[in-house]
T-cell receptor, first 117, second 114 residues
Framework: AQKITQTQPGMFVQEKEAVTLDCTYD???????LFWYKQPSSGEMIFLIY??????QNATEGRYSLNFQKARKSTNLVISASQLGDSAMYFC??????????????FGQGTELSVKP | DTGVSQDPRHKITKRGQNVTFRCDPI?????LYWYRQTLGQGPEFLTY????????KSRLLSDRFSAERPKGSFSTLEIQRTEQGDSAMYLC????????????FGPGTRLTVT
């Protein structure tokens, strides 16, 4: 069964430093998508970055980048130059199969990131 | 686009009562998803619509739960005979019917069953 594992319940980082949030996944599908979402204390889920299983390049989006290691089934999120507003829960998620197979997301348990001034 | 909206944002109800939540997706988004998130956990998939057709339901969706999406626009999620275990955040998400698009989430409805 598909599964997402985030092993860091909480992380601290100093403002302006970089931080890596870990995520491993398990799937037998050849085609899948990997997502990272941010959830501030207000509750809304904010999309950050996406990596497709066939993408050869690591995805980047502003201060967010992914360290995608397909053989290890990991997709770690790197946030560079942390800001106080980055303090939130971060969820890794996987879309099973291709989009035309439904597209539901399976989420990990999340990592709570706290940025210290 | 005005984003995905959900109503109400908060609902407190007594055990045994029925509740109904509404989700308005981004216009022209064919796909609509419902998820449930309990405290300290990631969201869990409940059900999925493509236009007005409900194409998948999770085993989490007991027979007390029903969801509809008439005319392929807004969706409602009803919980009958609520139980304390139903207390959670109920999230709605929508996406266009294209490959590789992320799901856009609404602000959620927080349900508390007393």
């Amino acid at each position: 069964a598909q599964k997402i594992t985030q092993t860091q319940p909480g992380m601290f980082v100093q403002e302006k430093e970089a931080v890596t949030l870990d995520c491993t996944y398990d799937t037998s599908d050849q085609s899948y998508g990997l997502f990272w979402y941010k959830q501030p204390s207000s509750g809304e889920m904010i999309f950050l970055i996406y990596q497709g299983s066939y993408d050869e390049q690591n995805a980047t989006e502003g201060r967010y980048s992914l360290n995608f290691q397909k053989a290890r089934k990991s997709t770690n999120l790197v946030i560079s130059a942390s800001q106080l507003g980055d303090s939130a829960m971060y969820f890794c998620a996987m879309r099973e199969g291709s989009y035309n197979q439904g597209g539901k997301l399976i989420f990990g348990q999340g990592t709570e990131l706290s940025v210290k001034p | 686009d005005t984003g995905v909206s959900q109503d109400p944002r908060h609902k407190i109800t007594k055990r045994g009562q029925n509740v109904t939540f509404r989700c308005d997706p981004i216009s022209e988004h064919n796909r609509l998803y419902w998820y449930r998130q309990t405290l300290g956990q990631g969201p869990e998939f409940l059900t999925y619509f493509q236009n007005e057709a409900q194409l998948e339901k999770s085993r989490l969706l007991s027979d007390r739960f029903s969801a509809e999406r008439p005319k392929g626009s807004f969706s409602t999620l009803e919980i009958q005979r609520t139980e304390q275990g139903d207390s959670a955040m109920y999230l709605c998400a929508s996406m266009p019917d294209r490959a590789l698009e992320e799901q856009y989430f609404g602000p959620g409805t927080r349900l508390t069953v007393t």
